[in-house]
């Protein structure tokens, strides 16, 4: 054997070696490939309906939300109209009260002096 035959030899067994370990390499990448495949497949079944449910949840927030607005604005104008019948009622009825009371009082007091002369 001389030493071209070695040569070709060894290099016949580094490159059986060196596809051994691609080999290997590639098989471990397949595994691996499928497992990220597995995860996004698990992702799309469970994530994709969690965000569904999660923008209808949203999607109600602002609806209850616009409600809430609206019952506010109607609160709001119900006491502008409770406040302006208040200052009403009190423009209307302060001075016939001060009034009566003043006319009783002043009735009293003849009262008392009338009896006070009998």
């Not at 595994?31 to 994530?47: G, H, I, L, P």
């Not at 409600?67 to 709001?76: L, M, N, P």
């Amino acid at each position: 054997m001389t030493a071209a035959d070695l040569a070709s030899v060894l290099a016949a067994v580094t490159c059986l070696a060196v596809v051994a370990v691609l080999a290997v390499v590639v098989a471990r990448l397949a595994r691996t490939v499928a497992a990220v495949a597995d995860a996004v497949e698990e992702v799309r079944t469970e994530a994709l309906p969690a965000l569904r449910e999660a923008t209808d949840a949203v999607r109600r927030a602002g609806e209850e939300t616009e409600r809430v607005s609206q019952i506010i604005d109607a609160a709001e104008a119900v006491s502008t109209r409770v406040d302006g019948a208040s200052k009403a009622a009190y423009v209307a009825l302060s001075r016939p009260v001060i009034k009566t009371a003043a006319a009783a009082t002043g009735a009293q007091r003849a009262a008392r002096k009338l009896r006070g002369r009998d």
